[in-house]
């Protein structure tokens, strides 16, 4: 079946410092990937997303790559900021079903200035 | 502006009441869902529909119910046979299309509280 792994938060990180939230996934064939961020209280944004392996995909500094080998999609951003404390999903789109979604548990990102 | 639109933000209920929230989109997807949160966790679908007067169960559908007779409305009711309805409930929809690019987008969410 499809599922999504992410890494167990919170992370905390200080002001300029480099992210990586870890994401690896379960799916047959090539599933689509999505990065969401949910602030306090709020629903969920898409942040980014990749349709198929080796895509990147980028938005306000985020950037994930579509790892077809190793089946992951991990989060990075070069330097983080105080207001992108948050919480972020790693989630995917089965093959079988297109509107289906599969999120992961989500990882609580905290930047300390 | 296009969007999607929950009422009311916050919900109040006493045990053994049913309870509606709504759920309004104007981007004229087809296909919408509800998902339902709870503190450090992550979403867990209990409806979707793909098309009007259509939709199919999710992975937590015991104890809601849910109706789709307008394209742009799908409104979710908790009934007293939900045993632990206290959570953040998140309404979704998509272009429906079934491409591999079909990206759901969020409304912003009614936290219920059941007292």
Not at chain 1, 41 to 56: P, S, V
Not at chain 2, 53 to 67: C, L
Request: hydrophobic share 30%; net charge neutral.
């Amino acid at each position: 079946g499809n599922s999504v792994t992410q890494m167990e938060g919170p992370v905390t990180l200080s002001e300029e410092a480099f992210l990586t939230i870890n994401c690896t996934y379960t799916a047959t064939g090539y599933p689509s990937l999505f990065w969401y961020v949910q602030y306090p209280g709020e629903g969920l944004q898409l942040l980014l997303k990749a349709t198929k392996a080796d895509d990147k995909g980028s938005n306000k500094g985020f950037e994930a790559t579509y790892r077809k080998e190793t089946t992951s999609f991990h989060l990075e951003k070069g330097s983080v900021q105080v207001s992108d404390s948050a919480v972020y999903f790693c989630a995917l789109s089965g093959i079988e079903n297109f509107n289906k979604f599969y999120f992961g548990s989500g990882t609580k990102l905290n930047v300390k200035p | 502006d296009g969007g999607i639109t929950q009422s009311p933000k916050y919900l109040f209920r006493k045990e053994g009441q049913n309870v509606t929230l709504s759920c309004e989109q104007n981007l004229n997807h087809d296909a919408m869902y509800w998902y339902r949160q709870d503190p450090g966790q992550g979403l867990r679908l209990i409806y979707y529909s793909q098309i009007v007067n259509d939709f199919q169960k999710g992975d937590i559908a015991e104890g809601y119910s849910v109706s789709r007779e307008k394209k742009e409305s799908f409104p979710l009711t908790v009934t007293s046979a939900q045993k632990n309805p206290t959570a953040f409930y998140l309404c979704a929809s998509s272009i429906g299309a079934g491409g591999p690019a079909d990206t759901q987008y969020f409304g912003p969410g009614t936290r219920l509280t059941v007292l």
